[in-house]
């Protein structure tokens, strides 16, 4: 049973344009989201995250939103680059447990 | 700052043979550790954590197992490998917050 789903596999952007990232969970328990890019045969970088007490969470080029009533995350950037070109991660995780639960990733592609 | 670290950055082992993969972090005390295992094409799955030395929680019964003999050190190991036991091997940390944090990973190849 997948609790964090991620139903793109892929997306691709011009450069300069918005990218948005979409997740969804179906465990009421988390209660905390966090995104995480990775490039080939590289380990998963953070990047941005959310509680579950906030609605939108702000970095730089990069903004998470979080609905929780329709279990739903998603990541903007804006402007995207090519150097944004990896795969992102949709994790969540429950206080009590700690560890983090991952979506099957979504691979970004930003065209120059 | 912390670092981490994981060895080899290369496996092809056979069928049959064992396995040991090591993780290291440096820069902090008494971390929670993590291994996840990322099978070709799939998002990351937590096979072991531990929140001090010598306590692992298993989430996926399978062919692995993890010890943890010192504060900082995560071992993944395997007495008879798997065709099935492919993929790319991540060990992560994290101390206070929910964020983890991912070493450089180990590519295995059972064949």
């Known amino acids: 049973d997948q609790q964090v789903k991620q139903n793109s596999p892929s997306l691709s952007v011009q450069e300069g344009r918005i990218s948005i990232l979409n997740c969804d969970y179906t465990n009421s328990m988390f209660d905390y989201f966090l995104w995480y890019k990775k490039y080939p045969a590289e380990g998963p970088t953070f990047l941005i995250s959310i509680s579950s007490i906030k609605d939108k969470n702000e970095d730089g080029r990069f903004t998470v939103f979080l609905n929780k009533s329709a279990k739903h995350l998603s990541l903007h950037i804006v402007p995207s680059q090519p150097g944004d070109s990896a795969v992102y991660f949709c994790?969540?995780?429950?206080?009590?447990?700690?560890?983090?639960?991952f979506g099957s990733g979504t691979r970004l592609q930003v065209q120059p | 700052s912390q670092t981490i670290h994981q060895w080899p950055a290369t496996l092809v082992q056979p069928v049959g043979s064992p396995l040991s993969l090591e993780c290291t972090v440096e820069?902090?005390?008494?971390?929670?550790l993590y291994w996840y295992r990322q099978a070709a094409g799939r998002g990351l799955q937590l096979l072991f954590y531990?929140?001090?030395?010598?306590?692992i929680s298993s989430e996926v019964p399978q062919n692995l197992s993890a010890s943890r003999p010192q504060d900082r050190q995560f071992i993944l190991s395997s007495k008879k490998l798997l065709l099935s036991d492919s993929g790319f091997y991540l060990c992560?940390?994290?101390?206070?917050?929910?964020?983890?944090?991912f070493g450089p990973g180990t590519r295995l190849t059972v064949t």
């Open positions: 992560a940390w994290s101390v206070l917050g929910h964020e983890q944090y």
């Open positions: 820069g902090t005390s008494n971390p929670n």
């Open positions: 531990s929140v001090g030395i010598g306590q």
């Open positions: 994790a969540a995780s429950d206080t009590g447990r700690r560890a983090l639960t």
